[in-house]
């Protein structure tokens, strides 16, 4: 099955969509009486962050920690083929993963899962 996700030049093998976090913005203000009030700018979504669970290959993998590394804004295209731009990346863990060759009786392995944090550019 052919991934139709899209990060930057990267296409994941899979992904694994998590929980999405809403952008509330709430501001705290300190007046000069000492009272302190809060400013409720509501929810912008270009602020919301999602977790996936992508795997890459480990080429991939260096494209992107390097969109992380390099605070690089990139294109994001989802499952449905619509892109999001510009998008950032948070790498918030890593593991790698094995699977069983039946034909060859082995586990071999074949790349890598990384946990990314997408993160939409805020206004």
């Keep these: 099955m052919f991934c139709k ?7 994941p093998i899979s992904v694994e969509v998590g ?6 913005r709430w501001n705290p203000i300190k007046t000069e ?4 009030m809060e400013t409720n700018a509501g929810h912008v979504a270009k602020g919301d962050t999602t977790e996936y669970s ?13 969109y992380w590394e390099n605070h690089t804004a990139i294109d994001w295209q989802d499952e449905d083929g619509i892109i999001t731009t ?3 990346l948070i790498v918030t863990g890593e593991k790698k993963i094995k699977q069983f060759d039946f034909e060859q009786q082995t586990i ?16």
């Design 86 to 88: 510009p998008v950032y």
């Design 108 to 123: 071999v392995n074949v790349g890598c899962v990384y946990v990314v944090t997408i993160r939409q550019l805020a206004d």
């Design 5 to 11: 996700y899209k990060i930057g030049d990267v296409t």
């Design 54 to 66: 992508i795997a890459v290959t480990k080429a991939d993998y260096s494209t992107i920690k390097s």
């Design 19 to 24: 929980d999405t976090v809403p952008d509330n």
């Design 33 to 36: 009486n000492s009272i302190i």
